[in-house]
């Protein structure tokens, strides 16, 4: 277990993670990003990215935490669920496009 407090908070929202909780690659893996850097964070932070963005927008221009949150839709998702319990998941946020 690592020292560092902040790799006990999700990268997205920074609330604690908790369960449930999914790997973000931050190129997606159908756009080269096998070997890349991941990301553990909440599963409704992770679907809710995938939810907003496609992966050429990820891999394009959203590859990093600093601009996944600095999106507009997905600010909004960040402010209001920080409100929300670690441990949070609404199985309705993971809509396809």
């Known amino acids: 277990r690592m020292n560092d ?3 006990d908070l999700c990268p997205l929202c920074n609330r604690l993670l908790a369960e449930p909780s ?3 690659h931050l190129i997606p893996l159908s756009k080269g990003g096998k070997g890349t850097t991941t990301l553990l964070m909440h ?3 992770h679907d809710k990215i995938h939810t907003v963005l496609t992966e050429m927008e990820l891999k394009r221009w959203y590859h990093t935490v600093e601009r996944l949150q600095a999106h507009p839709e ?3 998702f960040i402010h209001w669920v920080q409100k929300k319990e670690p441990q949070f998941y609404d199985r ?3 809509k396809k496009k």
């Open 5 to 7: 407090a902040a790799a």
């Open 74 to 76: 997905i600010a909004r």
């Open 43 to 45: 599963k409704i932070c």
């Open 92 to 94: 309705s946020a993971r």
């Open 22 to 24: 999914n790997k973000h």
